[in-house]
Nanobody
Framework: QVQLVESGGGLVQAGGSLRLSCAAS????MGWFRQAPGKEREFVAA????????YYVDSVKGRFTISRDNAKNTAYLQMNSLRPEDTAVYYC??????????????????WGQGTQVTVSS
């Protein structure tokens, strides 16, 4: 069973930065999603199994960066220029479907516990 452990959330002012980490029990294609109160879980970013390809939702392009350290089986989400609308619980996810990038919740088999990101205005 895939184990995912997230860390790095918190409270930050608008314009600030946070970095989320997701330690996995193996090597998988990885993604980050977020869910705000009363809203559906939405895709944020994905990275391929090797790490050479990334994909982002339009609203975070140029501000967020997904990366991975395969030696540590850890994925990261660097979030810069944060906005109040980025406030949500952020989840990392692992896919055993293949080695590409995946952007829907159905593509992922395992989920982290979630970490709260709150951006104050």
């Amino acid at each position: 069973q895939v184990q995912l452990v997230e860390s790095g959330g918190g409270l930050v002012q608008a314009g600030g930065s946070l970095r989320l980490s997701c330690a996995a029990s193996g090597r998988y294609a990885m993604g980050w999603f977020r869910q705000a109160p009363g809203k559906e879980r939405e895709f944020v970013a994905a990275i391929s199994w090797i790490g050479g390809s990334t994909y982002y939702v339009d609203s975070v392009k140029g501000r967020f960066t997904i990366s991975r350290d395969n030696a540590k089986n850890t994925a990261y989400l660097q979030m810069n220029s944060l906005r109040p609308e980025d406030t949500a619980v952020y989840y990392c996810a692992a896919s055993q479907r293949g080695r590409r990038m995946y952007s829907t919740t159905n593509d992922y088999d395992s989920w982290g516990q979630g970490t709260q990101v709150t951006v104050s205005s």
